[in-house]
């Protein structure tokens, strides 16, 4: 690889393994993120994403190879793990460095559409506007890479619709490199410029999505990368059409 293509790169990853006991969840892994390049990562229950995702936030140490990630990097995950006894704005700038929290904070909670909520407990906060404040915790940090695993997991269908909506507009103001862990193909492919599938240890498939934002799932190109990836994962069209419906 060229100087020139390593300067464009957010994330380098050569040769990672990570083992549990004896068997190696992570094999020998290699994957290259570009800079503000979206990319959303499938696969199947257990086949290692998580695992990737937090050694990639610096989670996880007991790894072997190259890893290279920015400097300002920030993650959110399935559960928004709030703080209860931290009020909505404290929360969102726990553990962060620098001055004027209070100002950082409301700007985040701006973003993502809760400047009204700033000053109240977590558990009055719906699921939606949880997950929407764990997202505002990641954007205070100003991140050249965002982490996100599965974010939207726990959300009803309208809300997380919205949400979808929501980090496509973050994304597409901020240009931080996303890595995006999702059970859902389509949400992968309504967001990300590309979807990488996860088996057996390794990147086993990195398929470019090219078509023009915003996306629509009836556009027959959308419609044949989802039966690509649907049969890449081992799920009939048939099988994920009964899912969703
Ligand atoms: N700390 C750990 N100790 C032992 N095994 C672990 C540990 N963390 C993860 N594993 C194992 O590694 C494998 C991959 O787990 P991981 O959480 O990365 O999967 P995943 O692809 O994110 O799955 P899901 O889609 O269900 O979230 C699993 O078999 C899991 O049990
Ligand atoms: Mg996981």
């Given at each position: 690889m060229s100087g020139r293509d390593n300067h464009d790169l957010a994330v380098r990853v050569r040769g990672l393994t990570r083992r549990f006991g004896e068997r190696?969840?992570?094999?020998t892994l290699d994957l290259d993120i570009r800079k503000g390049e979206f990319v959303a990562l499938i696969g199947a229950s257990g086949c290692g994403k998580s695992t990737l995702l937090r050694i990639l936030a610096d989670l996880d140490h007991g790894i072997t190879g190259e890893v290279r990630v920015p400097r300002r990097r920030a993650v959110a995950f399935q559960a928004p793990r709030l703080m209860p006894w931290k009020s909505v704005w404290r929360n969102v700038t726990l553990g962060l460095p620098g001055g004027d929290h209070r100002g950082r904070a409301e700007a985040a909670l701006a973003e993502v559409g809760l400047s009204h909520r700033?000053?109240?407990?977590?558990?009055?906060?719906s699921g939606g506007e949880a997950q929407r404040t764990s997202l505002a915790r990641a954007l205070v940090r100003d991140p050249d890479l965002l982490l996100l695993d599965e974010p939207f997991g726990a959300l009803d269908a309208l809300t997380r619709i919205k949400a979808q909506h929501l980090v496509a507009e973050l994304w597409q103001r901020r240009r931080c490199a996303v890595l995006l862990v999702t059970h859902d193909v389509e949400e992968a492919l309504l967001l990300a410029d590309r979807v990488l599938v996860m088996r057996e240890g390794v990147i086993a498939r990195s398929i470019p999505v090219t078509l023009d934002?915003?996306?629509?799932?009836?556009?027959p190109v959308f419609a044949a990368l989802r039966g690509e990836l649907l049969d890449l994962l081992g799920v009939s069209e048939d099988v994920a059409g009964r899912r969703a419906a």
């Open positions: 190696a969840v992570i094999d700033s000053d109240v407990w977590p558990k009055v906060l934002r915003p996306r629509r799932l009836d556009n």
